[in-house]
């Protein structure tokens, strides 16, 4: 689980109930792209191989070529890492207090966007599509009771699952702070 | 004519290096401090790390043994020049 006292402010008796990212298949897309661009300096080599063998062995185009496709490979692989952080650092959190939208975006910026469980009026689930269906995921829209712009998770594993758990949360916040309310009234 | 020897070429790619260095310290300082507890935090940041060593174990292996005093002359006319077999 991600350290939540990195992100927020905790409050002393919150902690996380559940949290997900976007299902993997939405990763597929980056993964297929670092393939192929992987492939290319191979696919070069082979027609190099072909055409003209004598750059491949040559005492000053060897070494060069060589620098060429190990610098190559590293910006690929950074290209990769930055990519998955991109992805794996993309986290929906659900406290029992409130509903976090943590944003990775490229490397150096990150948002993280919070919304009171309190606030919460209404939740709903999509599944669109038919790989959405075959591997159900979909979006979860979380309507708010202010003006501020409602909260989506992305392509979430389990949506329907997701907006019933994320009700039940709702309800036992509301049932937790008329409590307190009616605790604080007989004081 | 300009010459110069080989071993200037590694100029640039020590730039690369440097370049990469930093993004991946960067990236794993970000995979650890926000993804800390998680196994697959864990297992990224090594295949990553791993990968790195990886490309640059087999750079040195390709590189052995070349000799980095060679000179090469820009505009000069190239004495066994192959043309590709196109």
Redesign the interface.
């Known amino acids: 689980m991600i350290d939540l006292d990195t992100l927020i402010r905790k409050k002393p008796d919150e902690k996380i109930v559940f949290q997900m990212r976007s299902h993997w298949i939405t990763f597929l897309g980056e993964i297929v792209l670092v393939l192929v661009l992987g492939a290319l300096p191979v696919g070069l080599f082979i027609v190099f191989q072909g055409v003209w063998p004598s750059l491949l062995v040559g005492t000053i185009s060897k070494p060069i070529l060589v620098l060429m496709t190990s610098a190559y490979y590293l910006m690929l692989w950074v290209f990769f890492i930055t990519k998955f952080i991109d992805y794996y650092l993309d986290v929906y959190l659900v406290t029992s207090d409130r509903v976090l939208d943590v944003s990775q975006q490229g490397m150096f910026s990150r948002t993280v966007a919070e919304l009171d469980l309190a606030r919460v009026q209404d939740v709903t689930s999509e599944v669109k599509g038919v790989l959405r269906s075959l591997l159900n995921f979909g979006n979860v829209y979380i309507q708010t009771a202010g003006e501020k712009e409602n909260f989506i998770f992305e392509d979430v594993s389990h949506p329907d699952d997701i907006r019933k758990r994320l009700l039940e949360l709702v309800e036992a916040d509301r049932k937790r702070q008329g409590e307190v309310m009616a605790g604080l009234g007989h004081e | 004519m300009i010459s110069f020897p ?1 071993s200037l ?2 100029i ?2 020590g730039i ?2 440097l370049v ?1 260095a930093l ?2 310290m ?2 794993v300082h ?2 650890v ?6 196994n ?2 864990f297992v ?1 940041t090594f295949a ?1 790390l791993g ?2 060593v990886f ?2 174990f ?2 040195w292996y ?2 052995r043994g ?3 005093t ?1 000179e ?1 002359s820009l505009g000069a006319p190239v004495a066994s020049f ?5």
């Open positions: 080989l070429v590694l640039p790619y690369v290096i990469f993004l991946a960067y990236s970000n995979l401090r926000y993804g800390a507890t998680t697959s935090s990224a990553f990968g790195a490309v640059m087999f750079t390709a590189l070349t000799d980095w060679q090469i192959t043309a590709p077999n196109l």
